[in-house]
């Protein structure tokens, strides 16, 4: 094996260690979570069982629905749980090839990764949740009442969670092109009218409902943690 070959064989090495780590995490963070499987889908249920009232309702179409319902939100929650580990072995695997600065950069971004994705799924299941929620209970006519499913339910909120943790990385995104150099905070600065634009087509893309009101409040996070992302990258300046 020659000098140039042997550096890529054991980086490639050193990437299948860090991913056979990373999901070791996860299927034990997935282990820990199944046994509070229950308590996770009754979290989830909240926000709609509050909108419900009285006539609160929930149905499982198949004898397994709830079963396979429980194993998906171990494994969500195991994702959520296993982070930190998971972005601590990312962290392991570049940080031998970074300068000082850079590794300050690595590990920051690490922690607020993970901070900012928590964060985005809190804020969808205490905010957005239950005004969305009754809106659309509100929708019904007097003469017909709902009956939810489990499964049906845990995959709507689940989608809308990942697309709110997703939406809370923008002023990590921000502050990373800017340190990077890939973009100035003049030109993001310039940008701020079509951002408020584009902060509405990603809502309208990403949330799995068509209602203005669920698309305006993650379309207003995505320009305030914009112009959150241009006041930190400023003072870094």
């Not at 999901?23 to 069982?49: H, N, Q, S, T």
């Not at 584009?198 to 799995?208: H, V």
């Not at 203005?212 to 993650?218: H, I, L, N, V």
Request: with cysteine; glycine share 6%; aromatic share 14%.
């Amino acid at each position: 094996m020659d000098e140039t070959t042997y550096p890529i064989v054991k980086h490639l090495g050193d990437l299948r260690k860090t991913v056979v780590r990373a999901l070791l995490g996860v299927v034990v963070g997935m282990m820990v979570c199944f046994y509070f499987a229950d308590v996770i889908l009754l979290w989830l249920r909240k926000p709609m069982e509050k909108a419900l009232g009285a006539s609160n309702s929930f149905v499982v179409l198949s004898p397994h629905e709830y079963f396979f319902t429980e194993m998906k939100a171990a494994l969500i929650a195991g994702i959520f749980l296993s982070s930190p580990w998971i972005m601590y072995q990312l962290w392991l695997f570049v940080a031998p090839g970074l300068y000082r600065g850079e590794k300050k950069l690595a590990a920051m971004f690490t922690v607020s990764t993970v901070f900012f994705f928590v964060a985005g799924a809190l804020f969808a299941h205490e905010i957005v949740f239950p005004p969305m929620f009754h809106f659309f209970i509100g929708t019904l006519p007097p003469d017909v009442h709902g009956s939810y499913s489990i499964g049906i339910l845990f995959g709507f909120a689940t989608n809308l969670l990942l697309a709110f943790g997703l939406v809370f990385e923008t002023p990590v995104v921000v502050f990373l092109l800017v340190s990077m150099g890939v973009v100035d905070v003049k030109n993001l600065t310039k940008w701020r009218r079509y951002v408020i634009v584009i902060a509405f087509i990603i809502s309208a893309i990403l949330t799995p409902t068509p209602d203005p009101m669920t698309q305006t409040m993650m379309a207003l996070p995505i320009i305030l943690l914009y112009e959150l992302g241009l006041w930190v990258a400023k003072l870094k300046i």
